[in-house]
């Protein structure tokens, strides 16, 4: 199957199902799931969870049970501005600056309790927390198909801010566990540990991850649309 094809699966079986939870409909978007308070706690008893200080997480509903854990727990959280379209391209949640961690790294309250930062302004990331569409026990994920994720994680090794080391988490519901085979591509980012609310997956995974961002699957004007990627080719080239 293609990734288009396996992504449509998932949303429709996670509708159908029941396990779908707002917002509706899953189609189109990192899903919401029943259980993914559960993943965040199966998760925050892992050793690369305990060893990290500062994550990297997506702003999507079923990982706001992960980033309220992280604050709760001391972490500093940074999620990307959408789409990488501002100069100051990630959001920084600092736990010693918030007294509400609770609506702190919700979508709706993050850019009042957050600061913008350039990614020379980030910490060095202990922890990369993904929201997936599906992912398979080898650790290669599908995303929502904009490429976004793979693209913040491409900006953060160009700057030597993550490594080959750094773990790669996504947390899921049972049925995102995929036994579908997919193509994985040269700039996927494959996963570490696979979470849900009721096991981990310690991938081992066969797939390399990419070194950087892969410049000859960007046009120019998308280049342009992101300040951060903008500046960075002209430095490249």
Known sequence: MDKDAVREAVWDELEDSGVARFPFPPHDRIPNVAGAEDAAERLAGTDAWQR??????????????????????????????????????????????????????TVSSMDEYGRQVGPEDVESVDLIVSGSVAVNEQGARIGKGEGFSDLEYAVLRELDLVGDETPMVTTVHERQVRTEDWIVDDHDVPMDLVVTPERIIETETPYERPAGVDWDLLDEERIEEMPVLAERYQTDR
């Open 52 to 105: 990290a200080d500062a994550i990297k997480a997506n702003p999507d509903a079923p990982q706001l049970p992960v980033r309220r854990r992280a604050l709760r727990e001391g972490k500093t959280v940074y999620m990307a501005v959408p789409r990488l379209r501002e100069v100051e391209c990630f959001l920084e949640l600092d736990p010693a600056e918030i007294d509400d961690v609770e609506s702190a790294p």
